[in-house]
């Protein structure tokens, strides 16, 4: 039973639904399904006698607004300042109306919601959902699916290959199975030659996936040659001006020091007035009056909004979106320094090239590739941002050259789980606009003193000074068994000494431990009040965890970032050590 206080107006829609389920029930009564309805409304007029005599005075049959991705749309328009929107419930604005309006309400007043709304934020979508064909099509889908159970990634059927790369007729040739992101295809993995593709493709689990093994020979790969994944659905911005105002604009808005060498790339956060990332993305200073930023898919129309909000208006400042400039391809592993080698004729080694830095060079008969020598997941590499019309001449030269060196292709499930044992957080899976860079072990990505004001300086400078309230953690599963167990996912209750302290944000197999791995944030509360107290390093190192997968907890090792090395592999499992470094 629900025990929040209730409302007049709570108990009027509560009147309404019980009313509703009395017709259908009446309806279902003579029909063969009433077996599944009848329990539960039998155990409801069991416990309110009264209800039996209401009777449905009027029934009203209207439209109802759908979305594509089932989820409603609230916030303010990202083309009309103030303009707020709360619309397209599917069917289900009844459970949705009292904390969307509470939300929306906030939002309208203080600028922002009190709690994460991001899964419904309107800007999630661009121009590019609004067509009428697509729209016709995806709701047809869409109808069936509002009532049904939804596996872990599973995807959309319509509305399908929107967006694509130049690479995706050569990549779906070579066994890439594509999943949906803000409109553009990218690959989940590649099936081999002589594989079930039929089996693959509508495989429906909660267990151990059929692309399990499939996935570990790309993360292997990675680790030993090399891979490459075709990243190109990344958001991708330059911004520019005649003089030193792009300069002074972005110091104003990103947390890091952006005063940086030509070449430089500095991996930041743009930040709210509260400390929260509105958007983590990394920076590359092309000129002293240029720069290059690469952001999450899915931040295109608000990444684009937030800037423009905070630009001024009278300024000669230019705000460009490239992302259809470019294709990216991301080089992991520790051969990716022998094929580019081959393929630029100027040394790479990280004496001549090194971390975290950007050149504009050939690669094959292309000119103006910009080579970043970064990956995403922690693994040595380089990102290749070619010019479009350059993009299948220079796949074909890397896969060519890179024959020799073990090259194949390999997909997003391969990152998510290399980037998952490395720790690394991801916008819109680990961060939001309420996470900070002090709660995730990012201090390192923020310049307090570095001589001009940011946004959400003021936050994080109380942050630091009275400490933060949920800490960014690595789960290690001890006990769950792979082939067995239920996988965890992402959303799961992560328990400390057999309290509740929060939950994960995202889950993968590491096949490097040969263990599941969760990241999730850990919070503190006073038994007896239920008030947030301070998380402190101490407060997780001395806590027994498990994380409950379905009702059944499984005991995990515990870990903070950032750390010095997480794991040194050896011959045997039962080797393996973990270690953590607990600074800064």
């Keep these: 039973m629900c025990s929040l206080p209730c409302s007049p107006f709570c108990f009027q829609f509560s009147s309404k639904l019980i009313k509703f389920c009395l017709y259908v029930y009446r309806i279902y009564r003579w029909t063969k399904d ?34 594509p991705d089932m989820r409603c749309i609230m916030g303010e328009s990202p083309t009309v300042q103030g303009y707020f929107v709360l619309a397209g419930m599917n069917s289900a604005g009844i459970s949705y109306g009292g904390g969307a309006g509470k939300y929306l309400a906030e939002w309208m007043v203080n600028g922002y919601p009190s709690e994460n709304v991001w899964p419904l934020d309107l800007k999630r979508f661009g121009a590019l959902q609004s067509s009428r064909t697509f729209l016709r099509h995806r709701v047809m889908e869409v109808m069936p699916l509002i009532c049904d159970l939804k596996v872990p990634r599973w995807d959309f059927q319509t509305g399908r290959q929107l967006r694509t790369s130049p690479l995706y007729d050569r990549l779906d040739a070579q066994g890439a199975r594509w999943m949906e992101k803000h409109g553009f295809e990218r690959p989940k993995y590649f099936v081999p030659p002589g594989k079930d593709l039929l089996a693959l493709d509508q495989s429906k689990t909660f267990y151990k996936p059929d692309w399990f093994d499939i996935v570990g020979s790309e993360v292997k790969c990675s680790k030993e040659a090399v891979c490459v994944i075709d990243m190109s659905s990344f958001t991708k911005f330059e911004i520019s001006s005649t003089g030193g105002q792009a300069l002074e604009v972005l110091q104003y808005l990103f947390s890091n020091d952006l005063d940086v060498p030509v070449g430089h790339i500095v991996h930041t956060g743009m930040l709210n007035e509260k400390g929260g990332y509105e958007n983590d993305c990394s920076i590359v200073r092309l000129n002293k009056r240029s720069f290059f930023m690469i952001s999450p898919t899915d931040q295109q129309v608000h ?14 400042l230019l705000l460009e979106d490239v992302t259809w400039k470019y294709t990216a391809l991301n080089l992991i592993g520790p051969r990716a320094v022998d094929v580019l080698s081959e393929l630029s004729y100027v040394p790479m080694t990280p004496e001549h090239f090194p971390s975290l830095f950007c050149k504009e060079m050939s690669v094959g008969y292309a000119n103006g590739i910009r080579v970043m020598s970064m990956t995403h997941t922690g693994e040595p590499g380089f990102m290749l941002y070619i010019p479009i019309e350059y993009a299948l001449h220079v796949y074909n030269e890397v896969m060519s050259v890179g024959q020799k060196y073990g090259i194949r292709n390999a997909g997003y499930y391969a990152l998510r789980s290399l980037r998952i044992e490395k720790f690394f957080a991801f916008w819109g899976q680990d961060l939001d606009a309420f996470t900070t860079p002090m709660e995730c072990g ?11 004001d940011f946004i959400g300086r003021d936050a994080l400078m109380q942050q630091k000074q009275n400490g933060v309230y949920k800490r960014f953690t690595m789960f290690i599963l001890e006990d769950h068994d792979t ?6 996912w992402w959303g799961e209750p992560i328990y400390r000494n057999g309290c509740y302290v929060g939950k994960t944000t995202s889950s993968a197999y590491s096949y490097t431990l040969e263990r599941h ?16 107290l301070v998380v402190t390093p101490d407060f997780i190192n001395r806590g027994e965890y498990e994380i409950d997968i379905a009702g059944q907890r499984f005991q995990a090792k515990a870990k903070l970032y950032p750390f010095s090395s997480l794991f040194t592999q050896r011959r045997r499992k039962d080797e393996m050590e973990l270690s953590s470094y607990q600074g800064k």
């Design 34 to 67: 009433a077996t599944n309805l009848e329990p539960l409304l039998s155990a409801l007029l069991r416990r309110m006698p009264g209800l039996e005599a209401l009777e449905i005075m009027q029934l009203v049959n209207c439209p109802e607004s759908f979305t």
């Design 483 to 488: 082939d067995l167990d239920l996988w965890p």
């Design 442 to 452: 990012r201090e390192f990505r923020v310049k307090l003193e570095k001589g001009t």
């Design 517 to 532: 791995v969760c990241l999730g944030f850990v919070q503190n509360f006073d038994k007896k009040t239920g008030e947030g």
């Design 303 to 316: 990444c684009w909004t937030w800037l423009k909000k905070h630009m001024p208006s009278d300024s000669n």
